[in-house]
C-alpha cells in the first residue's frame, strides 16, 4: 500500500503540495489536474525522485527518506519523455542495463530481456538502435526497461502526451494487463475513463477522489467552470 501522511513539499518559497494525506491501495489510480496543479511532484515523490519537504511517504512500510534504494526497486516510473529514460545505444542493452545493475549472472540477463521483448512484442527491434525508433517504440521500449525489473508499483508520468491514436490505444492496453499497481498521471481522460480511483489535485491541494465515473465528470465541469485557480505546483 502507497501512504502519504500530510505531506507538503515546496519549490523554494513556493508550497506546489500541501498536507495530502492518502492511502492508495487500489490496482489503477489515476491522478490528474490542471498544469501546475502539482500532479508532476506528486507523481514523483512515489518512488523517491522527490522527497517532501514534510511529512512522510512510505510504500509497504518503506520510508521515502530512509529506504530511497529499496523503494525505488519497488516502484518503476515511466517518464513522459522517453529519451529522458532511454540510456543504451540499442533496444535490447537498454533492457538489460537495470538488471546489469543488480549484479545479475548474464544467461539470466539475456533470459529475462528476451521475456519482456518477446512478452511486449519488441523482439523484431531487439538490436535496433534504441534513439532511432518512432515515438510509441520509444515509449514501449521505456515501459520494458521498467517491467523487466518486475516493481510491485509503476507511476506513468502523461505516458501518452506525446503518441497519437493508435499508440495511446496500445499504451492502454499494456496498463491495462499490468499485474501490478498503475500510478497514471495524464490529461488523457480516456486512459483512465474505467480506473478505480481518480485523483484530483488543484493548486497542490487534493480536491476531488473517489471512482472515474464521479470524479471525472466532476473534473471536466471544473475545468469547463475555470474554478480552479492559477497553478503553483508542478
Not at 494525506?21 to 490528474?32: C, D, F, H, P
Not at 543504451?88 to 543488480?102: K, S
Not at 529475462?112 to 510509441?136: F, N
Not at 483512465?192 to 488543484?202: A, K, S
Amino acid at each position: 500500500m502507497i501512504v502519504l501522511q500530510q505531506v507538503s513539499h515546496r519549490f523554494g518559497d513556493k508550497t506546489v503540495l500541501h498536507g495530502l494525506t492518502l492511502s492508495l491501495a487500489e490496482r489503477r489510480i489515476g491522478v490528474v489536474g490542471a498544469n501546475g496543479s502539482g500532479k508532476s511532484t506528486f507523481a514523483r515523490l512515489l518512488n523517491g525522485l522527490v522527497m517532501p519537504s514534510s511529512g512522510q511517504v512510505a510504500i509497504d512500510g518503506l520510508d521515502s527518506r530512509r529506504d530511497t534504494r529499496a523503494l525505488r526497486r519497488k516502484v518503476g516510473f515511466v517518464f513522459q519523455d522517453p529519451d529522458n529514460q532511454i540510456v543504451m545505444p540499442t533496444v535490447a542493452e537498454d533492457i538489460a542495463f537495470g538488471l546489469r545493475n543488480l549484479g545479475l549472472p548474464r544467461d539470466e540477463i539475456t533470459r529475462r530481456t528476451d521475456a519482456i521483448l518477446e512478452s511486449q512484442g519488441l523482439m523484431a527491434l531487439r538490436d535496433q538502435a534504441a534513439h532511432l525508433l518512432s515515438g510509441g517504440e520509444k515509449q514501449m521500449l521505456a515501459i520494458a526497461a521498467v517491467l523487466v525489473m518486475a516493481p510491485a508499483y509503476i507511476v506513468f508520468d502523461e505516458p501518452t502526451t506525446l503518441l497519437d491514436l493508435r499508440n495511446r490505444r496500445q499504451i492502454a492496453r499494456i496498463i491495462a494487463a499490468l499485474p501490478q499497481v498503475a500510478i497514471v498521471v495524464t490529461h488523457d481522460l480516456d486512459l483512465i475513463q474505467d480506473f478505480e480511483r481518480v485523483i484530483v489535485l488543484d493548486q497542490g491541494r487534493l480536491v476531488r477522489d473517489g471512482p472515474a465515473a464521479d470524479v471525472i465528470p466532476f473534473y471536466q465541469a471544473m475545468m469547463a467552470s475555470d474554478r480552479h485557480g492559477p497553478g503553483t505546483g508542478v
